[in-house]
C-alpha cells in the first residue's frame, strides 16, 4: 500500500514528465499475465488493435507458459516473457519498471488487475495507461485505478471480451467481434496427423485435467463417460489431451477402456501445435479450461462442463456448443474472471460432481448426430 500511496502522490508529476501520447500509438504493449483461458480471451483485442493500427508495433507481455501460443499469433509482432511473481516487493517493482521503459512504448493496455503493473507503467512514463478494473477487490484496486489514464470496469454480467473491447474504443477501435481465435505453429498439422494416425471417423477428444482442481472431472468419470460414447459409437477412438504432467492418469484411464480405442496425446503435441490436433476432432468434451477455449476458437463441436464457472463471463461462443451446469445450487457460480477460488468451499464440489457421465455422454453423442439411448453407467 505505501508503494501505491508514494505513487499516487507522485501522479502529477510523472504524467506531466510523460507527456502527451501520439495522437496515432506507434508502440503499444498489452499485458496479459494469466493463463491459456484468459489469454486467449485476450486474442480479439490484438485483432482490433492490429485491425485499427496496423502500422503499430505490438508487444505483449506474458508468462512463460503463453510464449508458443503469442509466437505463432500473427497480430503479435515482440513477445516479452515475464512472471508475476518476479515483480514482488520494492526490487521486484523496480525490475517492472525498467522492463518497461526499454519498449519506449507509447500506450500500454492492461488487461490484468494488479495494482503493480498501474505503479510501474506511470513510474515508466508511458503517455497513455489503459487499464481493466476488477469487479472484485478492495482499497488497494480502487487507488490503483486512479493512476491510469482511463479504466473500463468488468461486470459478471458480460463476457471479458466485451469488455475489453469497451476498453479499447477509448483508443479509437471499432466495437469489434468478441471470438477468439488461435493460430498454428509451423508444422503442426503433420505432428497431428503423426498423433492421430489414419483415423477417419469419430474421434472424441476429453480433457484429461484441469490446472484449477475445482474443475476436474477426474479419472472414474472420464472412464464412465467414455465407456459410454463407445457402446453407442463402437468404432469411435478417444483422444486424451492434456500435458506431460497428465501421462499417468491418461495411461490409467487408457487401461480401464478396450484396447485400441484410446489415443494418448498428453505431453506429446505442444501448447502451439494443439489447434491443428483439435481441428481433427468430431468433437471435444472438457471443464472449462485452457484447451476448452482453444477448441471453441477452432470451431470445434463442444461440450463444456462448466463446474463452479461463471458462463455470462467466460462461455463458449461456437455455433454448436452444448454447456452443462447446475442451475440449483445457492453457491455457483463461484468462479469468475477476476475472482477464481481453487478449492470448494462447502467441500462438496456438487457443480461438478452433480453432473453425471450419462448427461456428458448424451450430449456428446447429441453432437455427433448419434441419436441412439446408452446404457448408464
Not at 526499454?102 to 494488479?114: E, F, P, R, S
Not at 484496486?141 to 479504466?151: D, K, T
Not at 452444448?322 to 440449483?328: H, N, S, T, V
Not at 467441500?347 to 441419436?371: F, N, Y
Amino acid at each position: 500500500m505505501f508503494y501505491l500511496w508514494l505513487t499516487w502522490l507522485a501522479s502529477p508529476l510523472l504524467r506531466r514528465i510523460a507527456g502527451r501520447a501520439p495522437a496515432e500509438p506507434q508502440r503499444i504493449l498489452v499485458i496479459q499475465m494469466a493463463k491459456i483461458g484468459d489469454l486467449l480471451c485476450a486474442t480479439p483485442v490484438f485483432r482490433e488493435i492490429k485491425a485499427r493500427y496496423p502500422q503499430a508495433h505490438l508487444a505483449v507481455m506474458a508468462t512463460a507458459q503463453n510464449v508458443p501460443l503469442l509466437r505463432a499469433n500473427l497480430r503479435v509482432d515482440e513477445v516479452i516473457v515475464a512472471e508475476a511473481k518476479a515483480f514482488r516487493g520494492m526490487g521486484g517493482k523496480w525490475r517492472l519498471i525498467c522492463l518497461l521503459r526499454q519498449g519506449h512504448y507509447d500506450t500500454v493496455v492492461c488487461l490484468n488487475a494488479g495494482a503493480a503493473y498501474a505503479m510501474a507503467t506511470l513510474w515508466a512514463l508511458i503517455p497513455r495507461r489503459l487499464a481493466v478494473q476488477s469487479n472484485f477487490g478492495g482499497a488497494s484496486h480502487r487507488l490503483a485505478a486512479r493512476l491510469w489514464s482511463e479504466v473500463e470496469m468488468h461486470r459478471s454480467d458480460r463476457l471479458i471480451q466485451a469488455t475489453y473491447l469497451a476498453l479499447l474504443v477509448r483508443l479509437g477501435t471499432s466495437a469489434g467481434r468478441l471470438d477468439k481465435e488461435v493460430f498454428t505453429a509451423h508444422g503442426a498439422a503433420g505432428k497431428a496427423d503423426a498423433v492421430l494416425g489414419q483415423v477417419t471417423g469419430v474421434l472424441v477428444g476429453i480433457g484429461v485435467s484441469s490446472a484449477n482442481r475445482l474443475k476436474a472431472l477426474g479419472s472414474e468419470k472420464i472412464i464412465a463417460v467414455a465407456r459410454q460414447i463407445l457402446a453407442a459409437q463402437p468404432a469411435a477412438r478417444l483422444v486424451l489431451i492434456g500435458s506431460g504432467e497428465d501421462k499417468s492418469q491418461a495411461e490409467e484411464i487408457a487401461s480401464q477402456l478396450p484396447p485400441g480405442t484410446v489415443i494418448d496425446a498428453c505431453g506429446v503435441v505442444g501448447i502451439a501445435e494443439l489447434p491443428a490436433l483439435l481441428r481433427r476432432l468430431t468433437i471435444f468434451i472438457g471443464v472449462d479450461s485452457g484447451v476448452t477455449y482453444m477448441a471453441d476458437a477452432v470451431g470445434v463441436p463442444l461440450v463444456s462442463i462448466a463446474g463452479p464457472c461463471n458462463m455470462q463471463e467466460t462461455r463458449p461462443l461456437g455455433k454448436r456448443v452444448i454447456i452443462l451446469q447446475r442451475a440449483d445450487l445457492p453457491c455457483a457460480p463461484c468462479a469468475h474472471i477476476f475472482h477464481a477460488p481453487y478449492t470448494c468451499r462447502v467441500g462438496t464440489r456438487a457443480c461438478i460432481e452433480g453432473i453425471d457421465a450419462r448427461q456428458i455422454a448424451h450430449a456428446a453423442l447429441a453432437l455427433c448426430g448419434d441419436p441412439l439411448e446408452i446404457s448408464a453407467s
